[in-house]
């Protein structure tokens, strides 16, 4: 059974460049039959999707932060990464890492890590 | 302001039936686009509960149900237990924002 586990510094200070990794065990990272996702929840508010990064590679992120948001895979490793630039305290969240499995027309997150939590503050 | 609305909070006692809407528009739901639903439990990460609008996952009981009709989607929650106090987000896509799309989520609080 797939694991997801993220992990990061838990502080970064305001302007610099947020970095979370998120370990994939029981499980392979380059299926076709899934990929991989990155979602927040700020504290006590609700989620909000960041962005994909499918088996080959290809990327699609959410319009709102594609300025500031890489994600890739290292194969090898079995970990998906998250950069995130110049940050601001509306950055502060919890991040989650989730494998995305195909729907019938809109894809859906069925395993999701425990999340990571990241403040924004000097 | 999230794309798809839900309401804050609903509440109900135990073995009771609550429903949980997530109304969207036309560049979303009302396009055809499916809907899926998410609960989380306090202090944990969200969990798949209905996908393609009306399917549960193996282990999800047949308590929980969704429908969709229109431009809304509806989680159905029967025989209400302690245990299913969370809060629950509906998810689809936007055509105009062209991203994926939560509901703000909804606190269900059983009394």
């Known amino acids: 059974q797939v694991q997801l586990q993220e992990s990061g510094p838990g502080l970064v200070k305001p302007s610099q460049t947020l970095s979370l990794t998120c370990n994939v065990s029981?499980?392979?990272?380059?299926?076709?039959?899934?990929?991989w996702t990155w979602i927040r929840q700020p504290p006590g508010k609700g989620l909000e999707w960041i962005g994909y990064i499918y088996y080959s590679g290809s990327t699609y992120y959410n319009p709102s932060l594609e300025t500031r948001v890489t994600i890739s895979v290292d194969k090898f490793k079995k970990q998906v990464s998250l950069k995130l630039t110049s940050v601001t305290a509306a950055d502060t969240a919890v991040y989650y890492c989730a494998r995305v499995t195909f729907g019938n027309n809109v894809d859906y997150m069925d395993v999701w890590g425990k999340g990571t939590t990241v403040t924004v503050s000097s | 302001q999230s794309v798809l609305t839900q309401p804050p909070s609903v509440s109900g006692a135990p073995g009771q039936r609550v429903t949980i809407s997530c109304t969207g528009s036309?560049?979303?739901?009302?396009?055809?686009?499916?809907v899926h639903w998410y609960q989380q439990l306090p202090g944990t990460s969200p969990e798949l509960l209905i996908f393609d609008n009306t399917n549960r996952p193996s282990g999800v009981p047949d308590r929980f149900s969704g429908s969709k009709t229109g431009t809304s989607a509806s989680l159905a929650i029967t025989g209400l237990q302690a245990e299913d106090e969370a809060h629950y987000y509906c998810q689809s896509y936007d055509s105009n924002l062209t991203a994926v799309v939560f509901g703000g989520g909804t606190k269900l609080t059983v009394l």
């Open positions: 036309s560049s979303n739901i009302g396009a055809g686009y499916d």
């Open positions: 029981g499980g392979s990272i380059s299926s076709g039959d899934y990929y």
